[in-house]
């Protein structure tokens, strides 16, 4: 074994101990450093943790809205658009045009009932967002869009068809609706129903399968018809055309036109009773009056008779004696009610046959009596005519052969004719300008002036309108009467020549006064009702309260149409205590009474 050297091996530990003590120093070096760099990643970790945190906050944001957003929105596939919006999931301007990609939403895309109108906003769709042609027939199920889910307005900037434009087929553009009905001839489509604007000129007719016209109304106002059934009055230039004659109207009043008497009433009525017979065969010894045979009429008011009794053969046993023929009545005071008549009853007409020989027939000549036998006018009356005969001059009997079983029948006729409306009898005595042979102990008057009837119209000289009593206050050009919407009660003074009137009534009698008026619009669509009243003011007043209460009062109007009413106190007209009418409301705004008059006319019945 060998001995190491002591020194060397010190030598080697102090080394050694050196070398450690760098290792350590090194070693603390790095664990300071390693230290530092803990340091640092704990802060970066914290600053992580912070960003994660505010990360994840911020991820849960997102969530929520797209939570959000997906139950809004249900599920939607941009693509193609093949999932199901809700209008319920929709919030409001939420989706807006152009978050819409054209053509991205078709028929087919929304579901039934999927909008409704109380989600659609009047106004909200418009002429000008849809694009011409975007919306077809084609594309439009029948029935699809139905009436309660158009709600608002429908408003169109152009022209609708429905149908074949070359065939058959309605058009409804800005000028109002069109009805066409093919043409087999040309193949041009006929225009049957033109209903519009103020631009456009209506029209309507009616069309058989065969495309010929039937019935037709043209832009004038006249109406064409193959045929018509009338259950009720027709009115003809302001007057019914039946009148009476059909029952339509009340009994006629007497002496005069007045708005009862139809264009037909104006006219005879013919025949209302007849009698024809003969006697037994054989002779009838006649010395008293006798009565041959009877007929009953029924004299209805305001009508004229005419009654023709046919000539008689007559015959007598002894020279110079002659025969007499008398119509004789009696009177009822109903149309059931006229007692038998007899040989006492009141005579109304006669008939003197000549002075006969013995053995020598001679004609009674006929009777002939005009007028009213009941001089009642204001109501049915019943005659009763007896037809007498008895001998008038001489001593013989007169003879009535009725020979029946001869080819010369003296057979006994009357007629009694209906010959048209009564009017004012003007009488005149007179001897035309002669003399008399031997002058009665007590002349006759002078004769009158001759008398004559007369019917003279006037046409109105204009018109004045007020509103809540005050002149003017509306635009409208005719003649009001009534509430004008939104304006006010309306009330109007009619102006004629009164003094043109009075002139041409001056010694008159005055029998009937009438006023036409044209209603050329009434507010409600069956008509109105119009009220008059008469003025005695010289010219419009300043004033005209629409309480003004009516003389007549007329409803049923037609709309549009022109009537005569019957004015009450026609003689005021001669007196100048009527001088004006007035249309009046008389204190009611029910729309019943609103229209307006665009002529008037005055008629008077009068004897001068």
Not at 323 to 333: C, D, H, N, R, V
Not at 460 to 477: D, F, M, P, R
Request: charged content about 15%; proline content about 6%; overall charge negative.
């Amino acid at each position: 074994m060998g001995f190491r050297n002591p020194l060397t091996l010190a030598q080697t530990l102090e080394a050694a101990k050196a070398a450690d003590a760098v290792l350590r120093d090194d070693l603390e070096t790095q664990l300071d450093a390693l230290d530092v760099a803990r340091a640092q990643l704990a802060a970066a970790l914290d600053a992580n943790d912070t960003a994660l945190a505010q990360l994840g906050a911020d991820l849960a944001g997102n969530a929520a809205t797209l939570a959000a957003l997906a139950q809004q929105l249900g599920s939607i596939d941009f693509a193609d658009l093949t999932g199901t919006i809700a209008a319920q999931q929709i919030a409001g301007a939420t989706i807006v045009a152009s978050m819409i990609a054209a053509d991205a939403i078709t028929a087919d895309k929304i579901a039934a009932d999927a909008i409704t109108a109380d989600e659609i906003s009047a106004g909200a769709v418009i002429a000008g967002k849809i694009a011409a042609g975007a919306v077809t027939a084609t594309e439009l199920a029948a029935g699809s869009v139905l009436a309660d889910k158009l709600t608002a307005v429908l408003e169109l900037v152009s022209t609708v068809i429905a149908g074949d434009p070359n065939g058959t087929h309605a058009r409804l553009d800005p000028d109002g609706l069109h009805v066409y009905k093919a043409d087999p001839v040309d193949g041009v489509p006929n225009e049957v129903v033109r209903l519009g604007v103020a631009g456009s000129n209506d029209y309507l007719a009616v069309t058989s399968s065969a495309g010929d016209v039937l019935a037709s109304l043209d832009e004038t106002g006249t109406a064409s018809f193959t045929a018509a059934n009338v259950q009720t009055e027709v009115n003809v230039c302001g007057r019914p055309l039946l009148g009476d004659t059909a029952g339509w109207t009340p009994p006629l009043t007497a002496y005069a036109l007045t708005t009862q008497v139809s264009w037909l009433d104006q006219l005879p009525r013919g025949i209302v009773a007849s009698a024809y017979g003969l006697g037994s065969n054989g002779a009838y010894n006649i010395q008293s009056t006798i009565g041959l045979f009877e007929l009953s009429y029924v004299e209805q008011p305001g009508r004229n008779y005419k009654i023709s009794v046919a000539p008689l053969l007559v015959s007598t046993n002894v020279n110079a004696t002659s025969a007499l023929m008398t119509l004789k009545a009696s009177i009822g005071t109903g149309p059931a009610n006229a007692p038998a008549p007899t040989v006492n009853s009141t005579p109304i007409a006669s008939a003197f046959g000549p002075v006969m020989n013995a053995s020598q027939a001679n004609a009674i000549p006929g009777l002939l009596a005009h007028g009213r036998v009941s001089g009642n006018n204001d109501y049915p009356t019943q005659v009763r005519l007896l037809l007498c005969l008895e001998r008038f001059y001489g001593t013989g009997q007169i003879q009535y052969y009725s020979y029946p079983s001869t080819p010369y029948t003296n057979a006994m006729r009357i007629i009694v004719e209906d010959i048209g409306p009564d009017t004012v009898d003007t009488f005149n005595s007179s001897s035309g300008g002669g003399t008399w042979y031997a002058a009665p102990a007590t002349p006759p008057p002078a004769a009158p002036a001759s008398k004559q009837n007369y019917t003279t119209e006037w046409a109105w000289t204009g018109h004045t309108n007020y509103v809540g009593g005050n002149k003017g206050g509306t635009s409208i050009s005719g003649a009001v009467q009534g509430q004008i919407p939104g304006v006010g009660l309306g009330t109007s003074y009619l102006d004629f020549d009164d003094a043109a009137i009075r002139a041409a009534l001056s010694g008159a009698t005055v029998t009937s006064a009438e006023l036409y008026l044209y209603f050329a619009h009434w507010y409600n669509n069956a008509g109105g009702t119009a009220r008059v009243a008469l003025s005695n003011q010289a010219s419009a007043p300043a004033m005209l309260a629409p309480s003004t209460a009516a003389s007549v009062e007329s409803a049923g109007w037609p709309n549009p149409g022109g009537r005569w009413v019957q004015l009450p106190t026609p003689d005021g007209w001669r007196t100048g205590a009527v001088t004006g009418v007035v249309l009046t409301p008389a204190g009611s705004s029910s729309y019943q009474f609103y229209g307006y008059v665009t002529d008037a006319r005055l008629r008077i019945n009068y004897t001068k």
